[in-house]
């Protein structure tokens, strides 16, 4: 134990060392963690794990001695009223005490030094409690004798009424507003600057911007944004359905309930997930998932499927459908969960299993229904539509026996095919949808700046079929429709580029005069109809992809590049290469890639091999019932917040009624509950939980599976 | 006279070559040309020249012999109605005449080999007309025997009730959305990614998207779209209150009237302009000025003194507030219009003069206001507030008398003062203000971000305390708030830099490494309380402008530069210089700019100095009466529309009525008019319009104060 004065001088360093790039925990600014942290919302009713974590830093600027409090407490206190023990409050048994060890670097100059801090840990976790009453609480940790980190959390208003019968959430991975422009200006035609037609997204009636910053890091990743937006609870990059711990385990982090487990529990709607990314990549993959670290593709996967099994948790047996990429997860083999068949898994679920765009007319709408198209990621829009060949050249069949996929949904075709089936299975319950337009996001990483609008003018015409298809149902006025990004890019359109003259010019500086900037940008040449061009594309995409006259374009952020403003004919963008081939990685100037342009050097760390993620915030639209709550400016959390009032997905009590919509056994088993704010796991669950949390201290997640 | 067939050919020819970088003449594809051009909007009854010109270029592509129509003949008709000569129409004589050449350049293989294409041009102008019937109309350019140019113009639907009292325009000059993301996470603090406080425009209830295009290209200059913005009419790079056509007088070209003109005619309401820039600079300027050079700086402050003089015009005696800098264009020398003392010029027609903070709150609210405040465009407000030593280096006291302005306003005594002037002046009538945060613009150009962003906040600061102040007056609910830009830059925060490391590290490679992304961007460390530091510049600025861990941040448009992403301390930033002395200009990295950091090479031309603007949308904010429009995704012009619809400011006939709330005797002068969509000028005046007219052809511009 180390004396008051020593810890009040650890906490001035603290102080210092952790509010800055590199932390020791992310939202755990002092020795004392309380996840859900400090100014955390929640929906009432809706479930979370509480982590408490006492740090005893062994050396570095924060050292104390290294021997962490194994007496800590906690408390929690509704606004007013008296402190009570967490056990008392939620009516749990008190869990039982966690030891482990981390390390950190305090700077790089400790990183590239290999000096690392060392931590010492104890923690308890108190799993799915419920906070059911609006207002402010308070929840203390004491610990190292009278020191206390305190978290003041808000239970905002109980909306319990359902005023959308269906949402659909449309999502452009790092879709900013000037990615929209320029999708706008390459896909519209205009006349003396006034467009003869606009996005579809433009003729929304409402209009926010929301904030994409995480809970650690003013820079987002996709797991932590689509989270937000999902639950409601900023996260640390990576993490998903989950406040980051700071143990080994990547599953027993404390979790928080999605919109898909609330929606499917209160009002057993039918879920939708549609993406162009592999299934298990994040942004498709956080409405389910609860992992601290993304890359837990398969287990992911399985928790898709089967809701999380490691702890008693909202039970979840698949969303109703799910359509996208990343077969890799599904077809026996290295990257499926325990090797095993997830085609077979999901249709022993009742699951009709499509992969390819023919399977996927022909599936009935009744049934749930699994659609993976590819290997990874799906191809994109203008590799499907105007430059096909380069479709030729892949090994991505989704049956894994390395022919190339061919008969190829787009996001269109799978966002309509699942509306169909989402219309027909949530009947009066309606339904919730995600569909992401992924890659103008993944393009725009590796600098692809037309493969990236070219998806982005896929989604938007996705969004216009979409509109037209509810209509045809008589659901457009019942639908909540909203179109926002997880997260931006800088990129920026500055200029024309006359390629011709560029690629004749020679040297790096003589070729950049053939940008020509504000009265010298003109007009936009990809929309100038050209006799010898057709792609067949039809209205609102490009009618020239590779006119003389380019976009001058670019991003603030890259690696080492080489840029001569053309279109990729021959498929994605390479544009960085790791040189050695040393492990660590180095990355310069693709040699093979716009050979004839001319070279910018990065402005990101070396061994980063492509763009990154932006800072700003990114523009939401909406249309439908609770449209108008999405004005405005405001947190990532808040679309999950109104999404969730407008689906009435508070509960002001734990009610049995409020758990019954869904039809798994383990609903029943573990609704052996008490009033009050209380929300404990049954008896069984429980000892399992508890005897699983023992077992991972010895032997790490890939026990998660039992 | 050329053949059909020939024509015909031409016109082919003429479409590829002008739809691109280098334009003949901008809205203007083919070779008859109208303006306002084919897709205009008009506000019902609001005044505009009409101007047409047939083309015949000699040499180049689009070559047809060189000679042009002089016989050319102009019709308008209402839809459904018979298209009458332009002279019926509006019941005006027909102008004569007028010819002249110019030359362009095709591309920039042209421009290169100097070899510039010749066009010989006929000519005719109406000058102040109107249209007063809602609808649509189709103007007709009958020339080469049988050719014809179409423009289909609509007048909006009308709106002659006046709904907001007052209206206040700011306009963050060059303000994108990534700005005010950066702006928000360097001046408000954050805990576990829930922002404690945030900016004033956050809390606007109304956000819209504008799409700021000109009309010929697709980035615009702030001439221009300021021009869009107040009048309703999209134009030409460089070009204000005027479509630009292609003879050689810069104050000949087509006007249309601003919403200050219109404002000024129709309800009498008071006038505010105020700006950090020079009071001539394009956006203050645009608001009276009617010009398509904007660099003609004297002429522009004689034109918001005095109005339109070398035609008739609306009657225009000067803004009731006129707050900003740009000395130079009032004390007497070089740069006022001919020679004058436009301070004296200023005080003749009744103003009270300000030259300093001390002045400015004395001055009375009772008189027109005007206020100077330095040379050029006035100290940012990082240097007024954090380093004042900067102020010291300035010889910008507003006498002229080469000594530094160090009694200096900010853009929100500024804005205070004047809302106190206009509140008292307009009375009954109300006001319109326009506030310019202008070197949110000026230094983002030159990659001085720091200081970018402090005039940001100040602008935000500017809001808040507006707000505050109306709502003091008792005239909140009276006032319709906009907040906008003008354009963008392609602005964007990435990540975090280590300063301490990107500095101590050897090599432009190992520099980079310095940058921290997704979860290594850590947390702002610019609003972390430092007893070391106090700059006393109150809440929501940062507290901490140099602090270890900065914004890595930067443009995708730049010329050659060096980051180290630290605060400018001495003064703003020169991120590159013409290392030559010829008069060619060639732009490297500045030597003495950020010495200890790594050389990024530019994406754009190099002779190029600057950063440049950006395609993007902006974000309008919008409160108070009407706020609901300014909701969506629309074009800059809308803007316009959108507020004079608020104002009332449309009219359905030239009713004397509508004329006379201008206190100016040439109004009665020139008001014996018509009814139906007829607005002739008085005879005299017309007289001496076209006398003018014939003047201009042989002398130019340098007469035009006559």
Same mark, same amino acid.
């Given at each position: 134990?180390?004396? #008051? ?105 400790? %990183? ?6 060392? $931590? ?8 799915? *409690? ?7 609480? @308070? ?27 269906? !949402? ?6 790092? &879709? ?19 467009? %003869?037609?606009?996005?579809? &997204?433009?003729?929304?009636? *409402? ?34 359905? @989950?406040?980051? =711990? ?9 979790? !928080? ?20 990314? %592999? ?16 890359? +837990? ?5 399985? +928790?898709?499927?089967?809701? @999380? ?62 659609? $993976? ?5 799906? /191809? ?23 022919? /190339? ?38 393009? &725009? ?19 216009? #079929? ?61 929309? !100038? ?9 039809? @209205? ?12 001058? +374009? ?78 405005? !400016?405001?947190?990532?959390? =808040? *679309? ?13 009590? #734990?009610?049995?009624?409020?758990? =019954? ?46």
């Amino acid at each position: 134990m180390v004396s #008051a004065s020593r810890l009040a001088a650890a906490s001035t360093l603290i102080t210092l060392a952790t509010a800055q790039t590199f932390q020791r925990l992310g939202a755990c600014p002092t020795l004392g963690c309380v996840f859900p942290p400090d100014q955390t919302d929640f929906l009432a009713g809706q479930y979370f794990d509480i982590r408490l974590e006492v740090h005893a830093p062994v050396n570095g600027s924060e050292a104390n001695g290294g021997i962490p409090d194994p007496n800590f407490s906690f408390t929690i206190a509704k606004s007013g009223a008296v402190a009570r023990p967490a056990t008392t409050f939620f009516k749990v048994a008190e869990p039982s005490l966690e030891k482990w060890n981390f390390t950190w670097y305090e700077d790089l100059f400790a %990183q590239d030094a290999k000096t690392p801090s060392v $931590v010492r840990v104890t923690s308890k976790a108190y799993r799915r *409690v419920a906070l059911y009453e609006p207002g402010e609480y @308070v929840a203390t940790l004491n610990y190292y004798n009278g020191t206390k980190t305190i978290a003041n959390w808000i239970v905002r208003p109980l909306q319990e009424q359902k005023k959308a019968k269906n !949402v659909i959430l449309f999502i452009g991975d790092g &879709m900013t507003t000037n990615m929209i422009t320029a999708a706008r200006l390459i896909g519209h035609k205009s006349i003396n600057g006034k467009y %003869q037609t606009t996005m579809a &997204m433009d003729k929304f009636p *409402v209009l926010g911007h929301q904030m994409t910053h995480s809970l650690d890091s003013y820079i987002t990743d996709s797991a932590n944004s689509a989270s937000a937006l999902y639950s409601g609870h900023k996260s640390t990059v990576n993490a998903m359905g @989950v406040y980051a =711990d700071s143990s080994e385990d990547p599953f027993d982090d404390p979790k !928080v309930e999605t919109i898909v487990e609330l929606l499917t529990r209160i009002w057993g709607s039918a879920i939708g997930v549609v993406s162009t990314a %592999q299934l298990a990549d994040a942004t498709p993959i956080a409405l389910t998932g609860h992992t601290r670290l993304r890359s +837990q593709y398969g287990a992911l996967i399985d +928790q898709a499927l089967s809701g @999380v099994k490691n702890y008693t948790w909202t039970p979840f047996a698949g969303p109703d459908v799910f359509f996208g990429g990343g077969a890799e997860q599904f077809y026996p083999g290295t990257d499926s969960w325990q090797g095993k068949d997830y085609y077979a898994e999901f249709a022993k679920a009742g699951y009709s299993i499509s992969l390819n765009k023919t399977s996927l007319a022909l599936a009935p709408n009744t049934s749930k229904a699994l659609g $993976v198209f590819s290997v990874t990621h799906l /191809p994109v829009w203008l590799d499907r539509n105007v430059y096909p060949a380069n479709l030729n050249k892949t090994t991505n069949d989704p049956s894994g026996n390395k022919a /190339p996929a061919l008969d190829l949904p787009g996001l269109k075709e799978m966002t309509l095919k699942a509306i169909d089936v989402l219309h027909a299975r949530g009947g009066d319950s309606g339904f919730f949808m995600m569909s992401e337009g992924a890659s103008i996001d993944k393009q &725009m990483h590796v600098l692809d700046y037309d493969r990236a609008l070219g998806d982005l003018l896929e989604l938007d015409d996705t969004i216009k #079929a979409t509109i037209k298809h509810l209509t045809e149902l008589g659901e457009l006025d019942n639908t909540l429709i909203i179109v926002t990004a997880d997260h931006g890019h800088g990129f920026d359109v500055f200029g024309s580029a006359d390629t011709k003259y560029l690629s004749s010019a020679s040297g790096d500086r003589e070729k950049r005069n053939a940008i020509g900037n504000y009265v010298n940008s003109g007009l936009s040449q990809y929309t !100038v109809t050209n006799a010898s061009v057709s792609y067949n594309t039809g @209205v609102n995409f490009p009618v020239n992809w590779d006119p003389r006259y380019t976009l001058a +374009q670019g991003v603030g952020a890259a690696p080492d590049h080489r840029e001569n403003y053309r279109v990729h004919k021959s498929g994605s963008r390479l544009p960085a290469t790791n040189i050695d081939d040393e492990a660590s990685d180095d990355y310069y100037v693709n040699p093979d890639d716009n050979t004839d342009g001319f070279i910018v050097n990065g402005t990101i760390a070396t061994n980063e091999a492509q763009g990154v993620h932006s800072l700003t915030d990114v523009p939401v639209f909406a249309m439908g019932p609770c449209a108008a709550s999405f004005a405005g !400016v405001y947190s990532n959390i =808040d *679309v999950f917040f109104h999404m969730a009032e407008c689906l009435g997905l508070a509960r002001g009590s #734990a009610a049995p009624g409020n758990l =019954d919509k869904s039809n798994k056994s383990i609903v029943s088993a573990s609704v052996q509950l008490v009033a009050s704010g209380v929300e404990p796991v049954g008896r069984v669950q429980r000892g399992l939980v508890f005897g699983m949390m023992v077992f991972q201290l010895c032997i790490g997640w890939a026990f998660w599976g039992l």
